[in-house]
């Protein structure tokens, strides 16, 4: 029985906190800077059945920013050779359609902060030719953009694993309120549900059950909490949700030719309200509590994700 192996980037000790108290972790292995946290989840029968299916998981806390999030996801690729590479975190959304408790699908993935300075000391705010899989280069006297084709401004996460990891998501929203449920067809393997963002003093709360769907996340080094920047980011690259990590480990993963998916819980929305924003500014909100919460319905999902990987997955 042949494991398959799944490596997973988390930004922070926080988020990666959620999963190690819903599984146990024994066994960790150095490479570089960074641990992997290792677990095997066995599917179908027990370890050594010949009816089993197994995946080995390999977690890696990789730091906040872009260029922590490329460098983990590089040596975790080079050192730990997984199949499939999973980002899993908290971000902020920027449309009205992600609520906090939320989960975010990274279907399309986008360095909206990247600028480039031209000839004319214009500041080029559409993604150009430097990132892998675009269609951006210079002219031969260097002189402006040319463009061949379809822009293609975003990177993308692995078709197969968006489409299963949204087959994962209704499977524990079916489950709401459930706690943990029976994986249908599994065996003795249960999975978490999705869970209504917790109370807690003073913190505002959304207005409804929480959701997953597909998004275009865009990635820089910043956090923007002013409306207008927000408003630019929409407009221009039509960004649903943002943070500092997803695009650059995807582009890591898609230069080793590894497939690549993240999965993001929503842990506010300044567009909607700006409580949220304001809450953690003053200091008033609990920033190790949000980033722990916000991340909760995410490995729900994760956890259901790799359930069906080894018989569902075609990469």
């Known amino acids: 029985m042949d494991d398959l192996r799944v490596g997973v980037v988390v930004p922070m000790v926080g988020e990666a906190s959620i999963l190690f108290e819903m599984r146990a972790f024994r066994d960790r292995r150095k490479i570089g800077m960074w641990e992997v946290h290792e677990r095997?989840?066995?599917?179908?029968?027990?370890?050594?059945?010949?009816?089993?299916?197994?995946?080995?998981?390999?977690?890696?806390?990789?730091?906040?920013g872009m260029a922590n999030a490329a460098m983990?996801?590089?040596?975790?690729?080079?050192?730990?050779?997984?199949?499939?590479?999973?980002?899993?975190?908290?971000?902020?959304?920027?449309?009205?359609?992600?609520?906090?408790?939320?989960?975010?699908?990274g279907r399309d993935?986008?360095?909206?902060?990247?600028?480039?300075?031209?000839?004319?000391?214009?500041?080029?705010?559409?993604?150009?030719?430097?990132?892998?899989?675009?269609?951006?280069?210079l002219t031969p006297d260097r002189s402006q953009y040319a463009v061949r084709g379809e822009r293609k401004r975003y990177l993308h996460s692995d078709p197969a694993l968006v489409s299963?990891?949204?087959?994962?998501?209704?499977?524990?929203?079916?489950?709401?309120?459930?706690?943990?449920?029976?994986?249908?067809?599994?065996?003795?393997r249960n999975f978490p549900a999705l869970t209504r963002w917790p109370e807690e003093s003073g913190w505002p709360s959304p207005f409804r059950d929480p959701i997953c769907a597909p998004a275009v996340i865009g990635t820089a080094d910043q956090i923007n909490?002013?409306?207008?920047?927000?408003?630019?980011?929409?407009?221009?690259?039509?960004?649903?949700?943002?943070?500092?990590?997803?695009?650059?480990?995807?582009?890591?993963?898609?230069?080793?030719?590894t497939p690549f998916i993240a999965i993001r819980g929503i842990s506010d929305n300044e567009m909607i309200n700006p409580a949220y924003g304001e809450f953690l500014r003053s200091g008033k909100g609990d920033l190790g509590w949000?980033?722990?919460e916000s991340t909760r319905n995410a490995w729900a999902v994760f956890l259901r994700l790799i359930q069906?990987?080894?018989?569902r997955y075609r990469g």
Do not use: M
Request: charged share 20%; aromatic share 6%; glycine share 10%.
């Open 40 to 64: 095997r989840e066995v599917f179908g029968g027990t370890l050594g059945d010949s009816t089993a299916r197994s995946v080995l998981l390999g977690v890696s806390i990789g730091g906040i």
């Open 72 to 105: 983990s996801t590089s040596a975790l690729i080079q050192y730990w050779r997984p199949d499939i590479v999973v980002l899993v975190g908290c971000a902020g959304a920027v449309s009205p359609d992600f609520l906090p408790g939320d989960v975010a699908i």
């Open 109 to 137: 993935l986008c360095y909206y902060a990247s600028y480039l300075t031209l000839p004319d000391g214009s500041v080029n705010l559409d993604i150009p030719g430097i990132r892998v899989h675009t269609d951006y280069s």
């Open 164 to 188: 299963l990891a949204l087959e994962a998501a209704k499977d524990c929203q079916a489950a709401h309120g459930d706690g943990e449920c029976l994986a249908s067809g599994e065996g003795q």
């Open 225 to 257: 909490s002013n409306a207008e920047a927000i408003r630019v980011i929409r407009e221009r690259f039509n960004v649903q949700v943002e943070d500092c990590e997803t695009t650059a480990s995807a582009h890591a993963a898609l230069a080793h030719k």
């Open 290 to 292: 949000v980033e722990k």
């Open 308 to 311: 069906l990987l080894p018989t």
